[in-house]
């Protein structure tokens, strides 16, 4: 079934990447950072039309058409583009990402990272992988040395979770932080290494199904900012290599 989710986010990859660049038409949906495109909308279609024909039985939570209940433990948490933004803006970071759920709980996890043709993948208790390659967290354990990646909220402006302070105290003392657009691609960057640890609020369950999994399978953590696990009513999310993952907490506490 991995094969499956694969090779349909590929096909929702190929969508977006045939429409990157162009005259593209976009809404506004809660404010004007808040973007969804016809692209959006085309690679979602692919996949939920893939979903209906193959497995008809399961359930879909999409970003942007919502969700569809079925009388099956099977669910299919869909973000057809993660980094909207970017795309319209012409800036290639930006992925296809599909989770689906068993009984509540992620057991198959996949991002496509579309410009880099690069497949993250996760199965549950199986390992976590870049295309065909297998992936791990880092081993650093020193936050001074640690590169980190957040996001913001459409609502950045409210400074939700105090998003500004936090955001200072890691400028402070990590060796950097970056930030994507992508949250799909943090997680998936924090998994393969790249990145020692990723933290963001007001995500929604189609942004961090896969992820998720795939930084556990790569022997990565991922918690609420209190160390908590994360749950369907979690708004906070940090991933890190593990190591490195209290000395995170403690500085989102203090801020």
């Known amino acids: 079934m991995i094969q499956q989710v694969k090779q349909i986010a590929l096909e929702a990859g190929e969508i977006i990447r045939d ?3 162009k005259n593209i038409s976009f809404e506004y949906k809660t404010n004007e950072s808040n973007l969804v495109t016809e692209i959006d909308k085309k690679a979602e279609a692919a996949i939920i039309n893939f979903i209906k024909k193959e ?16 009388e ?32 509540g709980e992620t057991i198959y996890g996949v991002v496509y990272d579309v410009m880099r043709d690069v497949c993250y993948s996760a199965e549950k208790g199986k390992g976590a992988f870049a295309n065909d390659r297998k992936i791990t967290v880092n081993d650093n354990d020193n936050l001074n040395h640690s ?35 992508s949250a799909a691609i943090d997680f998936c960057y924090v998994a393969e290494g790249a990145f020692d640890g990723f933290w963001e609020v007001s995500l929604n369950p189609w942004d961090v199904s896969a992820g998720i999994l795939i930084v556990r399978e790569a022997g990565g953590m991922v918690t609420d900012f209190s160390m908590k ?12 290599n593990g190591k490195i993952h209290k000395s995170m907490v403690e500085i989102l506490q203090q801020s």
Do not use: C, M
Not at 61 to 69: D, I, M, P
Not at 75 to 94: K, M
Not at 229 to 240: D, G, H, K, R, T
């Open 19 to 21: 429409g990157f660049g």
């Open 55 to 70: 497995f008809p039985d399961h359930s879909i939570l999409a970003e942007e058409s919502g969700a569809e209940q079925k």
């Open 72 to 103: 099956s433990e099977f669910t299919w948490v869909i973000d057809p583009l993660d980094g909207t933004t970017n795309f319209a803006h012409g800036l290639p970071i930006f992925s296809v990402s599909i989770g689906i759920e068993r009984g």
């Open 147 to 181: 590169l980190l990646v957040t996001g913001f909220p459409y609502n950045i402006s409210e400074n939700p979770s105090g998003a500004f302070e936090k955001f200072v105290s890691f400028l402070k003392v990590a060796r950097g932080v970056r930030r994507l657009g």
């Open 229 to 240: 696990e994360i749950n369907s009513s979690s708004i906070q999310f940090l991933a890190s």
